[in-house]
């Protein structure tokens, strides 16, 4: 396993002799009393000076160190959709080490009042699959973010990268669950939180007072709620905290339209951005060299010790439902699962690494060769691992689904030069030395362009050590017709992919080429791309080859570096510079990674992903 790794032990729902949700693991109850919602307001609202500190805010941030049932979340949504004078945008942030199922999260939620049901079966209808790491939800049209954080608090606490206003302490007692009380958690906690952050929490423990007190928190003591002798509420010491910075409205400049840059433009747009995406290719149309491109794949990659690819491809999955739902429902990206067939020698191997992750079969799970036939609607002779949560995109729809956005605009010109005035505004120019455009932010998303932009702003090439060995590579993809009998119901994809085309047509793919300027369909490829497919599909290469439509290819570059890992982050030293490049040949999965850390960031968010995946991914 990575260093990091725990596999995620979802809780079992239990309750009491009264029935209230009870926890057999640590002899405790998730809530006291019967008003688990008024508990809410009471002592984690309250105690925080909510709903009236948030007033008028731009945005308002609340760290919460346990989200059990999700009561307190739901009551802070509550309170803040009835509240006129409401921020206007709502971050709520909550580590868990025991999620429940969505099974078990729906049969909690119908317990709840009248009142609050509509917003709980909304929750349950986002809950998203018991996979280690962070998870971004986003409810009341993208106003109200709720970033999920399975794992321990001690080791998740760490990889958190947020400003919070206020915490909601809150978990089992410090008697049976003594890591949620800890002086480490608590000096994570001064870490992340802004000046004049506050906290409250039913517990009043003398020890964690001491300790909470010697973090830099000033405590005070409450009467307590339902029973419950005390509750205390706390402040963070002037000299402590991050200063407060509301979120930037700036205006981006995008330089590139693929999946990386159209990404990026898309996620700030919906933010409320002013973007303009410049790239050659856009002149004949929006998909620019994606045009003819109508099938890709966006499949979790899957690491026998989960390692960083496989956290951050998870993250991108994930994050490219969020962002991208519109297009899901226009069917420009298709949830049909990938099957990935597994050769003899390895079968082992792959089965104990399952074992191990305990990832949910929700997300991935082994299967025999009779059920991946099932699943995939062909006769298949080998098992192998079911990724539930593989999609099937049409590159050319999706660019253009993206940039037609109404805060979005295009210009198809090349971007010779870019320079930062003194004013710290960025000024785009030709190679005709005209500008054409300005900005407060520069991403640059061009791929093999990326190093050439980056000289031609001044960039000292030398503190952007992840750019060495960046590299061209060219690939292509086959159609085939007449091929209804061979058609896939998902992806399959192993040393080769292919996806099912509607009408009864099949793409398949890919070839690797290192440095390859053309960009025609090669023959040669056409030939190494069917013996690729008629090996997953299990049917002989001639006859697949026979069935070749040539003119209907696809043959595009991507850009990389040798690690694999794509690059995303400020650019070392040059303020309003971002990089978005070497993507590979995982451009889809990473491009919803990467859009999502610079609009977080610019909009003063919670970032969507590890810290120690943020950093690994960096320019330098």
């Excluded at 650019?571 to 491009?591: H, I, K, Y």
Aim: hydrophobic fraction near 40%.
């Amino acid at each position: 396993m990575s260093y990091w790794y725990e596999p995620l032990v979802p809780a079992k729902l239990e309750r009491d002799d009264m029935g209230a949700p009870f926890s057999q693991d640590y002899g405790d109850i998730y809530h006291a009393g019967a008003q688990p919602l008024q508990q809410a307001r009471e002592v984690f609202l309250k105690g925080n000076g909510l709903p009236e500190r948030w007033a008028n805010m731009p945005s308002f941030t609340i760290l919460e160190t346990g989200f059990g049932a999700g009561h307190n979340f739901l009551a802070t949504w509550q309170a803040w959709r009835q509240d006129s004078a409401r921020c206007n945008r709502l971050h709520f942030v909550s580590i868990e080490a025991h999620p429940f199922t969505k099974a078990d999260m729906g049969r909690l939620v119908a317990d709840l009042p009248a009142d609050v049901q509509i917003l709980a079966q909304e929750l349950n209808r986002a809950w998203p699959p018991l996979t280690p790491g962070i998870h971004r939800l986003e409810f009341s049209h993208g106003q109200v973010t709720l970033t999920l954080a399975f794992g321990k608090a001690a080791t998740i606490a760490r990889q958190l990268d947020l400003n919070f206003h206020a915490c909601y302490l809150d978990g089992f007692s410090p008697r049976v669950n003594p890591e949620m009380w800890t002086p480490k958690l608590f000096g994570q906690l001064v870490r992340m939180a802004h000046q004049g952050a506050t906290l409250a929490t039913w517990c009043s423990a003398s020890q964690v007072r001491r300790d909470l007190q010697n973090a830099g928190f000033l405590i005070e003591r409450h009467p307590g709620f339902q029973g419950k002798r005390h509750r205390i509420t706390g402040q963070l010491r002037a000299h402590l905290g991050r200063p407060y910075s509301p979120p930037s409205k700036d205006t981006v400049a995008v330089i590139g339209g693929g999946f990386s840059g159209a990404s990026c433009a898309y996620a700030l747009a919906q933010r409320g951005y002013e973007v303009t995406v410049i790239d050659p290719a856009l002149q004949v149309d929006k998909a620019g060299v994606h045009r003819n491109h109508v099938a890709a794949a966006l499949t979790p990659y899957l690491s026998r010790i989960d390692d960083a690819r496989a956290r951050v491809s998870r993250a991108g999955v994930n994050l490219a439902r969020l962002r991208w739902r519109d297009a899901i429902q226009q069917g420009i990206v298709q949830h049909c699962g990938t099957f990935e067939p597994i050769a003899v020698e390895e079968q082992a191997t792959w089965q104990q690494a399952l074992e191990k992750l305990r990832l949910p079969a929700a997300w991935v799970r082994w299967v025999t060769a009779d059920q991946a036939g099932e699943l995939c609607g062909l006769p298949l002779r080998r098992p192998g691992i079911w990724h539930a949560y593989g999609h099937q995109v049409n590159p050319a729809a999706l660019l253009r689904f993206l940039l037609q956005h109404q805060y979005i605009n295009t210009q198809a010109a090349v971007v010779a030069r870019l320079a930062r005035s003194p004013q710290g505004v960025w000024h785009l120019y030709d190679a005709n030395h005209q500008c054409l455009a300005q900005a407060s932010v520069v991403v640059i998303a061009a791929a093999g362009q990326s190093q050439r932009l980056l000289t031609n702003a001044g960039v000292d090439l030398s503190l952007v050590t992840r750019l060495r060995g960046l590299h061209d590579v060219s690939g292509q993809l086959n159609h085939y017709a007449d091929v209804a009998k061979w058609l896939p119901k998902a992806i399959i994809a192993g040393d080769g992919l292919c996806f099912p085309y509607p009408p009864a047509a099949l793409i398949g793919g890919s070839t690797y080429e290192a440095n390859s300027a053309l960009s025609i369909i090669r023959e040669k490829g056409c030939l190494e791309i069917s013996h690729k497919l008629a090996d997953l599909l299990e049917i002989p290469g001639d006859m697949l080859h026979a069935k070749v439509v040539r003119q209907r290819g696809w043959r595009g570059h991507r850009a990389a570096v040798r690690d694999h890992f794509p690059i995303m982050g400020w650019v070392p030293g040059v303020e309003g510079l971002w990089l978005s490049a070497a993507f590979g040949s995982r451009g889809l999965t990473w491009a919803a990674v990467s859009a999502e850390l610079l609009a977080s960031q610019l909009s003063a968010e919670p970032i969507p992903l590890e810290r120690s995946l943020s950093r690994r991914s960096a320019p330098s």
